[in-house]
C-alpha cells in the first residue's frame, strides 16, 4: 500500500468552517469561487480577502509588505496557495491553506511557483501548520478541475524517462541512480489504482490523489529537484503558453504533453493513455477548447523554446517534430 510522507494533513468532509473559526484574526488569499461556496458557513470572517491574481515577484513582494500580523490562510487553487506560501514565507505568518480542488501539489510544496519574463521560477520556503483537504469542497468544482488534478503525478511517466535519457548522454546533472525509476512506478501505479476513484469523485480516490501530490511535494524538497515529476511534458506546457499566450487547466495541459511526448519517446503511450481514460481526464482538443493549430505550433517550437530557456535535458531537446505529420502528432490526443 502506498504511504506518503509530507505536511500536516487532515482530512475530511464540511471541516474548512472548523479551522476557520479556530484560527483567530486571519487574512484570506483566495479565489472567488471557493469562497463564495464557504462563506456563509464560517462565523469567523477575516479580516480582509484579497484575490489571488499575480504572481510576479514584485506584486507579491508588496503584498507581503503590507499584509497584517495575523495568520495567513490560503484558499483555491495553485495562485492562491502560492500566494499565501510567499506572505507566510516572507512574514513568517503562521499559514494554512485549504486547496479549492486537487489541480496541483502547490498546497504540499515548499517554494512558490512564480511568473517572471515569460518563465516560471521557483522560490521561498513555506511550510504550513496544517493542510485542510476537504472533499465537499473539491465536489463543489467543475469536474473537470478534479479530474486534471493526475497531471503533475502522471507527468512522472514522461520525466522519468527524459532523466534517465539525460544519463545516458552524460547530461544529467541529480545523479541518476537505476533504482530513481522504481520511485515514478511507485507513483505511477498507485496513480493508475485510484484513478476510477478520481473521475468517480469518492472520498477515497480524492484522498490518495492529495496524498500522492503530498509525497511528490516532500520528495521534491528531499531531492532538491523535481527531475523525477518534470520533464518534456511540462517543457510542452511552458512552451505552449510561451506560443499561445494563454494557459488552460495546468493537469490537463501537462497531460497533454504526457500523450504527445511518451508517444514519441517510445515509452507505452498506451500506458498513459489508460490512466487518462480511467481517471476521466479531457484530453480531446474540442472538449479542451484548443485548436489543432495551437498544439502544432506549440509542439514544433518546443525544442528551439527548451535550449533557449536552458531547461533540463530531456527528449523535449532533440526530437524533430516538424519531421512528424500532424496527423500523427495529433492523434495522440484524439482517440
Ligand atoms: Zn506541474
Known amino acids: 500500500m502506498f504511504k506518503a510522507n509530507g505536511f500536516n494533513v487532515q482530512y475530511g468532509s464540511n471541516i474548512c468552517a472548523d479551522r476557520l473559526n479556530a484560527v483567530g484574526d486571519y487574512v484570506l488569499i483566495t479565489h ?8 456563509d458557513k464560517v462565523k469567523n470572517q477575516p479580516i480582509e480577502v484579497i484575490e489571488a491574481k499575480d504572481l510576479s515577484k514584485s506584486y507579491l513582494d508588496a503584498l507581503a509588505k503590507r499584509v497584517p500580523n495575523v495568520h495567513i490562510v490560503g484558499l483555491g487553487g495553485g495562485s492562491a496557495m502560492d500566494t499565501a506560501k510567499w506572505v507566510h514565507w516572507r512574514r513568517q505568518l503562521p499559514l ?12 504540499f510544496t515548499r517554494m512558490s511557483a512564480l511568473r517572471e519574463q515569460g518563465g516560471v521560477i521557483y ?5 504550513p501548520e496544517l493542510v485542510i483537504v476537504d472533499y465537499e469542497l473539491f465536489r463543489s468544482a467543475p469536474k473537470a478541475m478534479i479530474t486534471s488534478g493526475i497531471g503533475d503525478v502522471l507527468s512522472c ?4 524517462f527524459d532523466w534517465k535519457y539525460a544519463h545516458e548522454q552524460g547530461k544529467d546533472e541529480f545523479g541518476w541512480k537505476p533504482s530513481d525509476p522504481a520511485i515514478s512506478k511507485a507513483y505511477l501505479d498507485e496513480l493508475a ?21 503530498r509525497d511528490i511535494g516532500w520528495r521534491c524538497h528531499e531531492l532538491k529537484h523535481a527531475r523525477f515529476e518534470e520533464g518534456s511534458e511540462h517543457f510542452f506546457a511552458y512552451t505552449f503558453e510561451e506560443v499561445t499566450g494563454r494557459t488552460i487547466a495546468h493537469g490537463e495541459l501537462v497531460s497533454m504533453g504526457v500523450l504527445i511526448m511518451s508517444k514519441f ?33 506549440s509542439i514544433r517550437r518546443t525544442r528551439s523554446f527548451s535550449i533557449e530557456q536552458n531547461h533540463w535535458f530531456s527528449y523535449a531537446k532533440t526530437i524533430d517534430f516538424d519531421s512528424i505529420s500532424d496527423k500523427d502528432i495529433l492523434s495522440c490526443l484524439n482517440w
Open 32 to 39: 472567488l469561487e471557493p469562497w463564495q461556496f464557504l462563506k
Open 96 to 107: 494554512t491553506q485549504i486547496p479549492s480542488i486537487p489541480s496541483v501539489d502547490a498546497c
Open 123 to 127: 522560490e521561498g520556503d513555506a511550510v
Open 157 to 160: 511517466h514522461t520525466a522519468w
Open 193 to 213: 489504482d485510484c484513478a476510477p476513484g478520481i473521475k468517480e469523485q469518492t472520498d477515497d480516490g480524492l484522498r490518495r490523489l492529495m496524498e500522492l501530490h
Open 265 to 297: 519517446q517510445g515509452n507505452d503511450f498506451e500506458g498513459a493513455q489508460s490512466i487518462i481514460e480511467k481517471a476521466g481526464t479531457r484530453h480531446r482538443l474540442a472538449d479542451l477548447k484548443v485548436s489543432e493549430d495551437e498544439v502544432l505550433k
